[in-house]
T-cell receptor, first 110, second 115 residues
Framework: RKEVEQDPGPFNVPEGATVAFNCTYS??????FFWYRQDCRKEPKLLMS???SGNEDGRFTAQLNRASQYISLLIRDSKLSDSATYLC???????????FGRGTSLIVHP | GAVVSQHPSWVICKSGTSVKIECRSL??????MFWYRQFPKQSLMLMAT?????????EQGVEKDKFLINHASLTLSTLTVTSAHPEDSSFYIC???????????FGNGTRLTVT
């Protein structure tokens, strides 16, 4: 099993839709989790940090399920500007190096 | 806070020349810095992990003699692409990590074009 796995998508949704992505991880001892957003030809930008069961920021909600070892990102009322690649990052390995998933592509259309 | 400056933002060079990319953490000290490469429409690929004062750890398939990494201080890491070829054209991004449960902080990236 890969250390961090994401469904690459693309997820193609209309404006206003609610969409959710999952990210599974293999290191059960991981304590901190992050969602990043990457726009085309740009660097990743931190979207949300998750240290306990979850986190909410406006239209974005991140949830952590330790038992099943996955984190999710829920986007409500999708906007065109939400179109991007969403990357999850989980500390992995013996040194807990932040490790990226391959990213999930979201396309929000009018 | 937590600003990472990467320079240059873009560079065009001739085949055979070397290019140096700098990554600086401006307002914090980074235990570790990471270097990534991203080709168009592909995922971010980790090239190497570098810690201040020690040799970088390269990912499988990344040539350490071609991609020289120097981590001179807790705020500066450099990546030198030696004898660049057109296939080295890519988007190179660095990130800095304080350690523990802190997130990664990214530089703006360097777009390298080798002609």
């Amino acid at each position: 099993r890969k250390e961090v796995e994401q469904d690459p998508g693309p997820f193609n949704v209309p404006e206003g839709a609610t969409v959710a992505f999952n990210c599974t991880y293999s290191n059960s001892a991981s304590q901190s989790f992050f969602w990043y957003r990457q726009d085309c030809r740009k660097e990743p930008k931190l979207l949300m940090s998750v240290y306990s069961s979850g986190n909410e920021d406006g239209r974005f909600t991140a949830q952590l399920n330790r038992a099943s070892q996955y984190i999710s990102l829920l986007i409500r009322d999708s906007k065109l500007s939400d179109s991007a690649t969403y990357l999850c990052v989980v500390p992995s390995g013996g040194s807990y190096i932040p490790t990226f998933g391959r990213g999930t592509s979201l396309i929000v259309h009018p | 806070g937590a600003v990472v400056s990467q320079h240059p933002s873009w560079v065009i060079c001739k085949s055979g020349t070397s290019v140096k990319i700098e990554c600086r953490s401006l307002d914090f000290q980074a235990t570790t810095m990471f270097w990534y490469r991203q080709f168009p429409k592909q995922s971010l690929m980790l090239m190497a992990t570098s810690n201040e004062g020690s040799k970088a750890t390269y990912e499988q398939g990344v040539e350490k003699d071609k991609f020289l990494i120097n981590h001179a201080s807790l705020t500066l890491s450099t990546l030198t692409v030696t004898s660049a070829h057109p296939e080295d054209s890519s988007f190179y991004i660095c990130s800095a990590w304080i350690g523990g449960s802190s997130p990664l902080h990214f530089g703006n990236g360097t777009r390298l074009t080798v002609t």
